[in-house]
């Protein structure tokens, strides 16, 4: 197998990557501008995820390269990941007590093929007090996850329920991964 490569600075993503018994190496995009559009838009997701792929294959011709991207959605709105602890406090303000998205673009670029999907998860938050929303965004912990949370963390005691891949909220549907780069012949 050619060597593959996590093109991701995310260290959930290293961590999840590792579930495959595959080696591989880390090396980040450089320079890729992940300016999404405020009205989610699946496509946009998908260009950004293939984006940071070819930054990393130009750099590592005839390798594999996996990258990511992963977004918060509440009414058709993206969250990502916020400037601030007082935009981290407001984006738990609003995601508390209702069901909002996650989705995590992934593009694989290998030999002359390449292919990406879009993973989805939805998460239903319980009405948390917002005393308990504050100490989290000042925790440090929200600077940068999507959405300001991490469900991996003590971002878990807000959650009431999920409806699909909970590694895909963390940044990675490695099940799904595993699956498509299987299928593929990749690994
Ligand atoms: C919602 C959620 C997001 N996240 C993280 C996953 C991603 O690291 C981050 C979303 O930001 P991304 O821009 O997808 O990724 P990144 O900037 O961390 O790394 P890179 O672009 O180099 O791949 O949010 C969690 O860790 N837990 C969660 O529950």
Known sequence: MARL????????????????????????PKGVEENLSERFCEKELC?????????????NPFSTVIAADTVVVLDGLVLGKPS????AYEMLLVLSGRTHSVFTSVSVMYEESEFSFVEKTDVTFREVPS??????????????????????????LFVK????DFYNVMGLPIGRLWHELHARGVI
């Open 5 to 28: 490569i996590l093109g991701s600075s995310s260290p959930r993503r290293r961590e999840l990557l590792h579930l495959l018994r595959v080696s591989f190496e880390v090396i980040p």
């Open 161 to 164: 329920s999920i409806a699909g």
């Open 84 to 87: 601030s602890v007082e935009e």
């Open 47 to 59: 260009e950004l995820s293939h984006l940071k792929a070819k930054n990393v294959m130009l750099r």
């Open 131 to 156: 005393e308990v929303l504050k100490e989290y965004a000042e925790s440090g912990l929200s600077l940068d996850k999507a959405g300001a949370y991490g469900i991996q963390d003590y971002g878990a």
